[in-house]
């Protein structure tokens, strides 16, 4: 990976869930269990069809909760506060995460598509508090998640950063695509990199350890 890709980059821009973490701590999935039991409970519906419409929002509107509002007018701060009431036990402090963090130039910034609370509270687990200039949650950007174009121009106005100076790292591919557009640097953070035809040039670049990553990088 060529150091000099990243030369410009004044803002770093890091999604969460499974990104400033491992897939394998698992801490998502007690999130997914809370969001159907939650529309198991807003909607009377049982567990099993519950949770067909918790991934059918998902992949329909971005979000369950984009899903939840739109079809069905659900007040969306209840929702965000049941659905990240999770024990933060399975995540562990990364150090040489956070060294490797505080060692980039510029600002570095969260988004993501849970809560701004919730957030705070796995970056803390995480050991990565006070390492970031700002941490937005789809509340910031009105409720509308990621990957719509009008979440990214909301929560990029509100910071001011330029984007053409910006590089953003995520673990949900579709979530790159308007970044790439706007003219960041992408890079996708998984286990594995995506084959076509779900890949695209919208990623500029793949890796399944962060720190080692950034480390590249400074």
């Avoid at 402090?93 to 910034?109: E, F, H, K, S, Y």
Wanted: no cysteine; hydrophobic share 40%; charged share 20%.
């Amino acid at each position: 990976m060529p150091k000099q890709d990243f030369a410009h980059v004044t803002t770093w821009v890091f999604d969460l869930d499974n990104t400033l973490y491992p897939p394998q701590m698992r801490l998502f999935d007690q999130i997914e269990t809370r969001m159907t039991d939650y529309v198991m409970q807003t909607l009377g519906v049982d567990a099993p069809h519950a949770n067909h419409l918790r991934k059918h929002y998902w992949h329909q509107y971005g979000t369950t909760l984009a899903g939840l509002m739109r079809e069905h007018d659900v007040d969306p701060l209840p929702y965000l506060e049941a659905v990240h009431d999770i024990s933060f036990d399975p995540i562990e402090p990364d150090a040489r995460l956070a060294a490797t963090i505080r060692a980039l130039p510029g600002r570095r910034i969260v988004y993501t598509n849970g809560s701004a609370p919730y957030a705070e509270r796995v970056i803390a687990a995480r050991g990565l508090s006070g390492l970031f200039d700002a941490v937005y949650g789809v509340e910031n950007a009105g409720f509308l998640p990621k990957p719509e174009r009008g979440a990214f121009d909301a929560i990029f106005a509100l910071d001011g950063l330029n984007a053409e100076r910006a590089a953003m790292f995520e673990d949900e591919p579709r979530n790159l695509r308007v970044p790439h557009d706007l003219g960041m640097k992408t890079v996708h953070v998984a286990p594995a990199p995506i084959s076509p035809p779900t890949a695209g040039a919208h990623i500029h670049h793949h890796t399944d350890d962060l720190q080692a990553f950034l480390g590249k990088i400074v």
